[in-house]
């Protein structure tokens, strides 16, 4: 065995935390340098690619006593991670059908504002489907992988749009940070299936909602509904709701009549409820990490579309890129990190509570 392939796994081997290497750091390297086999001077890429998998799952979620996050996020990850890619292909498609189905009505609707028309869209849509589907499938690792290409893809198709049209790539931030949270939850989940986690029939209506919605918005926003040669249509858009007034909150709802437009609300209400009520009844622990988890998110948009709308404004009608500033680009990077700070302090010091109210509680009965 050459000195050369045993100093390569030290290193890899540091990317777990001491503590872990100290317990398990010997055995892991001689059982690698035992199965590596004679002659071999570099470690064999699935070696590499297994060891960085499972030590970045060590450091963020097992770390002992002492870590952000507990060892209770691993069902929240397993259920959290395929739901939000799901979420993600969902968004991608209703783009995509958005754009196809405008193309049959009578006359081309006012397409929606999204970030990557065509074939990328397409792409990115298939890309989260098959992390979707490796996810349900029960192969963690395939699934990871894959997600963090596709957030790479997010990524690499949003950011090169930047010095031609800011404004686009800072209203698909939130996009972004969406498959940030679903990459690091397939990378970080358990081993339970998300059915085990939610119960089968919640799972299937935190899918159905999404899938439910989109149809709706990609329907209803193509002007497919519409015959132009009566003349007058109904709408409803997303910057007609209080504080929403930029011009790039482009989703919204068109129909012959009001009737139409008024059914297309009530399912987008119904599948909203529908979603809200499978989470809440969700389990506790799992319940409380996902909403952790999304409201970097959520954070992240709502900051975006209440505080940076005279920006976008500007950038629109002065002809030009008009750049953000210093504390805009903070803005953006320290709130939604400070908002899931509080969240994890707000979890553990829940679960705390809870566990000494169940200690409490077997305390009182032991007594009587």
Do not use: K
């Not at 990328?120 to 996810?135: D, H, K, N, S």
């Not at 349900?136 to 749009?161: K, P």
């Not at 970097?296 to 920006?311: C, D, H, K, R």
């Amino acid at each position: 065995m050459t000195a050369p392939l045993e100093a390569r796994y030290e290193r890899l081997l540091r990317v777990y935390p001491a503590a872990f290497r100290r317990v398990h750091g010997e055995d892991m390297l001689t059982t690698m340098l035992a199965d590596a086999g004679e002659g071999r001077r570099w470690p064999r890429p699935g070696d590499a690619a297994d060891i960085l998998f499972h030590a970045l799952r060590q450091r963020l979620f097992r770390r002992p006593g002492g870590g952000l996050l507990d060892s209770g996020w691993s069902d929240a990850c397993a259920l959290l991670g395929p739901v939000l890619a799901v979420v993600l292909a969902t968004l991608r498609l209703t783009a995509a059908a958005r754009r196809a189905l405008s193309g049959l009505s009578s006359q081309w609707a006012t397409p929606p504002h999204v970030l990557n028309p065509g074939a990328t869209v397409l792409l990115l849509a298939g890309a989260w489907a098959l992390v979707a589907a490796a996810a349900f499938a029960g192969r963690r690792r395939i699934a990871a992988g894959l997600g963090w290409v596709a957030l790479l893809i997010e990524a690499v198709t949003l950011l090169r749009r930047f010095p031609d049209d800011p404004v686009a790539v800072v209203y698909g931030l939130w996009w972004l940070a969406l498959g940030l949270v679903a990459t690091v939850a397939l990378t970080a989940a358990g081993p339970r299936r998300p059915g085990a986690v939610a119960g089968r029939w919640r799972l299937a209506v935190l899918l159905a909602a999404p899938a439910v919605i989109g149809a709706v918005l990609a329907v209803g926003g193509s002007g497919l509904l519409i015959d132009y040669t009566r003349g007058g249509y109904n709408a409803f858009y997303l910057q007609d709701l209080p504080g929403l007034q930029s011009a790039t909150s482009g989703w919204g709802l068109e129909g012959a009549d009001a009737t139409q437009v008024d059914l297309m609300l009530l399912a987008i209400l119904v599948a909203v409820v529908a979603g809200s009520v499978a989470v809440a009844r969700l389990p506790g622990p799992v319940r409380r990490r996902m909403l952790v988890a999304v409201a970097p998110v959520a954070t992240l948009a709502a900051l975006v579309e209440l505080g940076f709308n005279g920006w976008a404004v500007s950038n629109v009608h002065m002809g030009h890129n008009i750049p953000l500033v210093a504390g805009q680009w903070a803005s953006l990077v320290l709130l939604p990190l400070l908002v899931f700070l509080l969240g994890l302090w707000w979890v553990r010091r829940r679960d705390e509570t809870m566990r000494l109210a169940a200690l409490g509680a077997a305390a009182e009965r032991e007594r009587n």
